[in-house]
Nanobody, 129 residues
């Protein structure tokens, strides 16, 4: 059963940066479009952005542009979310999810639908001084 594991969360000061990692044991994530999602305190889960399985193409939700960078290391079978935490707005629990789809595009609504109900533990990020 495919399960995504997110790691790398923690406490980061405003102005700092943090990199989260998304992995799935036993599966070749290079054949998956991967999406990142965030749930801020007291709010629902929202999309951050995604990376396609081909070409490294990414797309971001408008609220995430300029704050996050998604990348993939095919040799490590891992997808990353780099965040630049200017202030507490990045605080929340972060999740990743994926769809087995080989192609140059990714779609957040599809990824959210596939991941729904299978979110895993995620990882907590707290931006505070």
């Amino acid at each position: 059963q495919l399960q995504f594991v997110v790691s790398g969360g923690g406490l980061v000061q405003p102005g700092g940066s943090l990199r989260l990692a998304c992995a799935a044991s036993g599966f070749n994530l290079n054949e998956y479009a991967i999406g990142w999602f965030r749930q801020a305190p007291g709010k629902g889960r929202e999309g951050v952005g995604c990376i396609a399985s081909e070409g490294g193409n990414t797309r971001y939700e408008d609220s995430a542009k300029g704050r996050f960078t998604i990348s993939r290391d095919s040799t490590k079978n891992t997808v990353y979310l780099q965040m630049n935490s200017r202030n507490a707005e990045n605080t929340g629990r972060y999740y990743c999810g994926g769809e087995g789809s080989i192609g140059p595009k990714c779609y957040m609504d599809i990824l959210a639908g596939v991941a729904d109900g299978h979110w895993g533990q995620g990882t907590q990020v707290t931006v505070a001084s």
